[in-house]
């Protein structure tokens, strides 16, 4: 992080924590705001990637918007691509020939707040609504997820079931939301009453309590096959997050990498991902 990036970063960090001194709930409220709301991600629809130009694009319509999604044509067989965090479908252009390759129809979204999707909040459970509405719609045998999209596709599971499903990969997915808010905290020195107060923002507007919003949690009792791949020199997502996942997920398969960081990009390992889902 550059001295100018720290310096902003405390600054509203600091703000925050005076703002919770007189106003907790709207501190709260504001801390949410900037934990939420995604500052990179976004595409130009005149300014696409060559990948998404190739595609054919439908939107996705509910009740928090228009949200876009990309076909690429190819087999019976139907995979679904849900990106992480300040990302969007573009991402997958490096796996999208393995599968091709391999007779899928490749279907990708924009998750909420990225891409060409609407909205200016990013949260787990608006994003498992979203595949919710792909998986309805497309019929995918396998779902694969990168990041927090391979949270969302962790939560989805655990929400909706398996809805016809019969594989998914997770790549580099954090399991623990509490740990995402501890990080999150640590980044911008809230004090330990705003983090209360953020917690509190999660119950009430979601019935959600951090605690026991995890990814290890809701995998306990899995048996849709997977693949969870984690490289160990991640440095955005803890290596442990996706051990916590893999752990409670009956008969998880995991996969431990070195020197692909958080990215997880690389041709030998799509290929091995993409012949499991042959298998």
């Known amino acids: ?9 405390k600054s509203v960090g600091m703000y925050i924590n005076l703002l919770g001194l007189v106003q907790p709930k ?52 139907t995979s679904l691509l849900v990106h992480g965090w300040e990302s969007n479908a573009s991402r997958w252009e490096r796996m999208l020939p393995h599968l091709l390759e391999a007779g899928h129809t490749v279907v990708a979204i924009d998750g909420p707040a990225h891409g060409l999707s609407h909205g200016r909040e ?15 719609k497309y019929r995918p045998q396998f779902l694969i997820g990168h990041s927090m999209g391979g949270s969302a596709c962790v939560y989805h599971q655990y929400k909706y079931g398996a809805g016809g499903l019969q594989k998914m990969i997770l790549l580099g997915a954090p399991s623990d939301l509490s740990i995402l808010i ?39 009792g899995f048996e849709l096959p997977v693949i969870i791949a984690h490289d160990i020199e991640d440095k955005v997502v803890a290596f442990d997050e ?37 298998e």
């Open 242 to 278: 996706s051990r916590k996942i893999a752990t409670s997920w009956r008969g998880a398969t995991f996969i431990e990498t070195r020197g692909l960081g958080h990215s997880m990009h690389d041709e030998a390992l799509y290929r091995r991902l993409v012949a499991h889902l042959s």
């Open 182 to 220: 501890g990080n999150y905290a640590k980044m911008l020195s809230l004090n330990a009453r705003v983090v209360r107060q953020l917690g509190l923002y999660f119950v009430e507007r979601f019935s959600i309590v951090p605690e026991d919003f995890s990814g290890g949690r809701f995998a306990e």
């Open 122 to 136: 990013f949260n787990v459970p608006a994003y498992a609504e979203l595949i919710e509405a792909a998986v309805r």
């Open 26 to 77: 709207r501190a709260a409220r504001l801390a949410y705001r900037f934990f939420s709301e995604p500052r990179n991600g976004r595409l130009h629809p005149h300014a696409l990637p060559e990948v998404l130009n190739k595609a054919v694009r439908e939107t996705l319509r509910q009740q928090e918007g228009e949200f876009l999604s990309y076909t690429w044509p190819g087999g019976p067989t």
């Open 1 to 9: 992080m550059g001295v100018r990036k720290f310096i902003m970063v």
